[in-house]
Antibody, heavy 113, light 112 residues
Framework: VQLVESGGGLVQPGKSLKLSCSASGFTFSSYGMHWIRQAPGKGLDWVAYISSSSGTVYADAVKGRFTISRDNAKNTLYLQLNSLKSEDTAIYYC????????WGQGVMVTVSS | DVVMTQTPPSLSVAIGQSVSISCKSSQSLVHSDGKTYLNWLLQNPGQSPKRLIYQVSNLGSGVPDRFSGTGSEKDFTLKISRVEAEDLGVYHCVQATHVPLTFGSGTKLEIK
């Protein structure tokens, strides 16, 4: 099992970014997936979840700004980040399932002017 | 939101000692399906988190049996018997019973 995030970088406040999490080594379509973030020097913070049937839930802090989605044909999980704020600066991890059994290595998103 | 109170915030232990970390939730973590979705994670320095324990007491694949989890309802404990150097890092509890999912504030384990 492998999860590899990409798409991070430096972005100005108010701009957008799209993160990807490429999955391999398991039947991606059978699992719900999470995005979790960690601000520099801080704890873990749950962002969003998408079920195997593409139902979604979000943390209040990102609701209406972030969109989680998946492409089962490409074995890829996405997170569209819009209207970015400085407080969204963090390492973003994807993780598998309600049991959090596999995590990616993370991708850094820095929101700064 | 469910508040996860994790203690202590830090520990310093010698190799071979045993330690316990507590995680208390503000609500019962028993799901309507009867399961309790309380997991423990370890984040080694500079690494992404990895799962140690799921559903309170189930050892993750490849996790040494020096790790054990106990508890029910709102009170949970992670125990590490015979600490080894590779156990250093930050331990996190996370509840996945209620939305939003919430994490404890972490316990940093240092080796003396």
């Amino acid at each position: 099992v492998q999860l590899v995030e990409s798409g991070g970088g430096l972005v100005q406040p108010g701009k957008s970014l799209k993160l990807s999490c490429s999955a391999s080594g398991f039947t991606f379509s059978s699992y719900g997936m999470h995005w979790i973030r960690q601000a520099p020097g801080k704890g873990l913070d749950w962002v969003a979840y998408i079920s195997s049937s593409s139902g979604t839930v979000y943390a209040d802090a990102v609701k209406g700004r972030f969109t989680i989605s998946r492409d089962n044909a490409k074995n890829t999980l996405y997170l569209q980040l819009n209207s970015l704020k400085s407080e969204d600066t963090a390492i973003y991890y994807c993780a598998r399932g309600a049991l959090f059994d596999y995590w990616g290595q993370g991708v850094m998103v820095t929101v700064s002017s | 939101d469910v508040v996860m109170t994790q203690t202590p915030p830090s520990l310093s232990v010698a190799i071979g000692q045993s330690v316990s970390i507590s995680c208390k939730s503000s609500q019962s973590l028993v799901h309507s399906d009867g399961k309790t979705y309380l997991n423990w994670l370890l984040q080694n320095p500079g690494q992404s988190p990895k799962r140690l324990i799921y559903q309170v007491s189930n050892l993750g694949s490849g996790v040494p049996d020096r790790f054990s989890g106990t508890g029910s309802e709102k009170d949970f404990t992670l125990k590490i018997s015979r600490v080894e150097a590779e156990d250093l890092g930050v331990y996190h509890c996370v509840q996945a019973t209620h939305v939003p999912l919430t994490f404890g504030s972490g316990t940093k384990l240092e080796i003396k």
